[in-house]
Each structure stands twice: as C-alpha cells, then as structure tokens.
C-alpha cells in the first residue's frame, strides 16, 4: 500500500470520526449523558437509592411484569417528546411521567384508550374544554359529539375548588390533558410501579370511581351473580394472564373488565370501554348509541362465552324494556320543568332551590341507578334505589311544581 493511499484512508477516517462528533453533539443531553440501560440492570443503580426511600416502589416494580420483562426505571422515566427533563442523581428523567411515556410500548393501548369516554369527556364533564386543544376537542367530538365542547359543570363550581380537586379530579383526571400533549393516565387503572393487567382487572379497581349514587356499578356488581360468584371462585382464578391468552378457564366468572374490555377466548380485547354499550345510560333520558347494533353485537358476543344465546337476548330484551320505561318517567319530569321554565318560575340561579336538586337527583342518580341495575343484573338497584325512588322523585317535583304556581298566582293577585 502507498503512503498516499494510508493518508488518503487516514483522512477519511478522520472526518467520518469528526462527522460523528458532530452528529452527536446534536443528540439530546438526556440520551448522550445517561446510564445505559445494561449499567442500570448490572449496578441496581435506581434501587440503590429507592430502597432506602421508597421501599414499596421497588418491591412493587420487582413482581411485575415490567420486571420480568428486562424493562428498567429508565425506559419508562426517560423524558419522551416535550416533556421536561430534571437532573436526578446523575440520571435525566422525566419531571412528569404521563401517558405520552407508555406508548413507548403500548401506543395501540393508548389510541384506542384516546376513543373513549375514560379520555377527553373524563375530564371536560368536570373543567370543561378549556384545557384542551382544538385538534383534541375535534378528535374527541369525533367520537362523542357534545361531550367536551362544553362549559365547567355547574355543580362541580357551586361546590368550590377543594371539593373538586380532592373529590371530582380524583377519578376524572384519567382524561386530563398533559402538558406534553399527551391525554390522561394508565396508572389509574394500572398504579404507577407494579403495572399489573391483575390490577385492572379486579372489580374494586373500577370501583374506585364507578361508585355512589350517580354511577353504583361496583355496588350492582357485588350484588349480582357475578359479583358473588367472583369472591367464591376469586382464589381459583387466573388473573395474570396475558391479554393475548385470557380464557375462561382463567377467569370462569366476569370482572368489570372482562366484559368491557378483555379479549376472553381469543376476541378482540380494547382499551376503548364504549366500544361494546349500546345506550346512552348515563344521560337523562338514555337513547341508542350511534353503533347501537355492532355495540350489542359485541358486548353479546362476551357473553355468549359463558351463556346461551338465547338467554343472553333474554337478558337484554328485559334491560332495554328497564330503559324505555325509566326514559318515560324521566321524560315526564323534563316536561314539567319545561313546563316551568316557559312560565318563568325556572329563573333563579343553578341549584338554589330545592326542585332543582330534586329533578337532578331524580335522573342523575335514580334513573341512571335503574338502568345499570338492568344492565349488570342488580334486581335491588332497578326497584328499591330506582324506580322506587323514580316515583318518590315525580311526586317531590309535582309538590315544588305546585308550590311555585301558587307564589306566582298570589303574587300576580296581590299587584
């Protein structure tokens, strides 16, 4: 080899290097300054620290799956997009781990999670769309028209700000919008460090917000079939399961996520949980939703996994039958405020006066009780703390009606 040829090789050797220092230079300080992945494995570097502080976090993080998985604390604290980086220990992470951290992984998850109402409607039925940005009103809308395009709830401001950050952003934050653009939280269903598909598949984990009075499904569930059988085959179950392998040898009896969610005996399982309802039971008066047929369809076909078809139509048959008839005695009770409304008796500020309570405990309580009862197999819901209630409600209104037509007559007398 001539010596031009070594000096010709050198110098290209030499500015390949230098192109590469300069390409580097480029890349964020967050991935050119961290530990390796295989360091943090080898030294248990996070743990060092973590045990010593927060003892539960490692020991949660060591019997998921996470960890199984050969995934470390840095592939999830990592800051992704525009997130903020905070220097910590001589790692750069994420200041805020959000959603828009799990795609990383789970971005299929996330999109379907980002067509339901656990997204954008979560939080806007609290704060209002204010938040928001006109591309995720838009793409929420999309898929339930009114439902985020709307002013902070009423109630929610008449209760004051503590009240709602202590009470109503507890569970409606699962849609809040993130700074990093991203929407909500997986850890809600999920919890942050043992990332557990047991977790979110356990009834009380639902329960946590789909409770009380306006939405009892975990009371429902503890008094359905379904409910009692879960705690006596509980210890039998196998709730592990990957989403891709669920049978019904592992979970013989339904939680809240099997039906809504589960890919049980190999169908199609989402983190999309509207995509098998077929009504509007949370509204006032409840109608069929856009996919009314293929929703059905769906929510049939789980059950058909462990019932008859035809009783499985039976079943349905005799839950919508509970719904018209609760939208017909809802309906009366519109009319008459209607009916006020035009009179002007209606004219006070939200809530200051008793028939307004009334009327909303009415729909939003009772009527939505009734529905679900029919729907989750709650006989004691659909009678005693609904339609029960439905009738005690129509004569409360009719009472505050009449009280309010006498005012005005009197005072219209007295002029």
Known sequence: MTFRAIFTAVIIATALLVVVLLVNRQRPVQHTQQPTAALIRASGKCAECHEKETGA???????SGHAKANITCLDC????????????????????LTALNCTQCHAEQYGQFLRSRHAAP????VAGSEDFT???IEYAETY??????RPHNKLALLEGPAAIQSGCASCHDVGKPNPDGSIGTCTACHARHAASVELARLPQTCGQCHMGPDHSQIEIYNESKHGVLFNQQRPHMNMTAKPGTLTTNDMPVPTCATCHMSGLNNLKATHDTTER???????????????YVRGQANMKEVCNQCHTQSHTDKFYAEAEA???ETNEKIGKAQALMSDLKEEGLLDHPPFSQEIDFAYFDMWHYYGRTAKHGAFMGGADFV?????YELLHYQVKLDKYAKELRKAKAHEQASE
């Open 322 to 324: 509970v719904v018209y």
């Open 383 to 387: 009678q005693w703390h609904g339609n």
């Open 57 to 63: 976090i490692v020991h949660e993080y060591s019997t």
């Open 277 to 291: 309802l077929s009504f509007f039971l949370y509204a006032p008066v409840s109608q069929k939703r856009s996919h």
């Open 77 to 96: 604290h990592q800051p992704q997009g525009n997130q903020t980086p905070v220097e910590h220990r001589g790692f750069t992470i994420a200041e805020n």
């Open 122 to 125: 979560a939080w806007a039925a």
């Open 144 to 149: 339930h028209p009114g439902t985020v395009k």
């Open 134 to 136: 006109p591309e995720q």
